[in-house]
C-alpha cells in the first residue's frame, strides 16, 4: 500500500532560524504531491502543490518545496521562520493509480519560539 | 474567501448511537471527502463522494458508515452505531475536480464516543 512518511515529529526552533521538514513516499507512479498546514484552532489550509513541472515550488508566507523524483521526497522549507509558523505541518499525496484520495504523513508540530 | 464549514465543532455521543456529522462543501465544487484523524495517528481516508454516489472507500468505511448529500449542499457523514473507537477528528473537505487539484478542508468535527 502506499505510504507517507515525515521524519519529524516535533521541531522546535527560533526566530529566524530556518526550517526544513523531510517528506517521504512510497514507490507509486504518477504523484501530485501537497504540504497543508494547521494552524491551532483551524483548519487545514493548503501551503503549496506539485503536479508537474519546475521541481521547486514556491508556496504562501515564504514557504517552498523541492520534488526529487529518484529519492521519492518532497521536503518543505523555509529561510526565515516567524513565531506565527507554529503549526502542524502535513505531507500529503495523491497516488494517481490510487484514485483522488489524499494519503496523509503523519505530520510534524512545529514550535517557533519568539 | 470560500470556505468549507462543519456542523459541529465537537459532539459528544454515547456508544452504539447514532450521528450525523455535517459539511458544507464550497458551492461549486464537485468532489467531497471524508477523513478522519484518531489523536496521535495520521489523518486517514473515508471516502469521496462525487455525481452523487460514493467513487472511492476505504477499509475503515464499513456498512456502520453512509454518506449522502441530501439537499445540494449540505454533506453528510453518518454513524449508525458507534463504538469508542470511532473517537477522532472527522474533517470533511471539497475539490473542483478529481485528485489534480487541491482539496479545500473543513475545521473538523471532534467526535467524543462514551
Known amino acids: 500500500a502506499q505510504s507517507v512518511s515525515q521524519h519529524n515529529h516535533h521541531v522546535i526552533l527560533s526566530e529566524a532560524a530556518s526550517l526544513e521538514l523531510g517528506c517521504n513516499y512510497s514507490y507509486g507512479g504518477t504523484v501530485n504531491l501537497f504540504w497543508y498546514v494547521q494552524y491551532p484552532g483551524q483548519h487545514l489550509q493548503l501551503l503549496l502543490k506539485y503536479f508537474s513541472g519546475d521541481p521547486l515550488v514556491k508556496g504562501i508566507k515564504g514557504f517552498e518545496a523541492e520534488f526529487i523524483k529518484s529519492k521519492f521526497s518532497f521536503n518543505l522549507r523555509k529561510p526565515s521562520v516567524q513565531w506565527s509558523d507554529t503549526a502542524e505541518y502535513f505531507c500529503?499525496?495523491?497516488?494517481?493509480?490510487?484514485?483522488?484520495?489524499?494519503?496523509f504523513g503523519g505530520g510534524t508540530r512545529v514550535l517557533v519560539k519568539p | 474567501e470560500p470556505e468549507v464549514t462543519q456542523t459541529p465543532s465537537h459532539q459528544v455521543t454515547q456508544m452504539g448511537q447514532e450521528v450525523i456529522l455535517r459539511c458544507v462543501p464550497i458551492?461549486?465544487?464537485?468532489?467531497f471527502y471524508w477523513y478522519r484523524q484518531i489523536l496521535g495517528q495520521k489523518v486517514e481516508f473515508l471516502v469521496s463522494f462525487y455525481n452523487n454516489e460514493i467513487s472511492e472507500k476505504s477499509e475503515i468505511f464499513d456498512d456502520q458508515f453512509s454518506v449522502e448529500r441530501p439537499d445540494g449542499s449540505n454533506f453528510t457523514l453518518k454513524i449508525r452505531s458507534t463504538k469508542l473507537e470511532d473517537s477522532a477528528m472527522y474533517f470533511c473537505?471539497?475539490?473542483?475536480?478529481?485528485?489534480?487539484?487541491?482539496?479545500?478542508f473543513g475545521q473538523g468535527t471532534r467526535l467524543t464516543v462514551v
Open positions: 500529503a499525496v495523491n497516488f494517481k493509480a490510487a484514485g483522488n484520495k489524499l494519503t
Open positions: 473537505a471539497s475539490s473542483l475536480w478529481t485528485g489534480g487539484t487541491e482539496a479545500f
Open positions: 458551492s461549486n465544487h464537485l468532489y
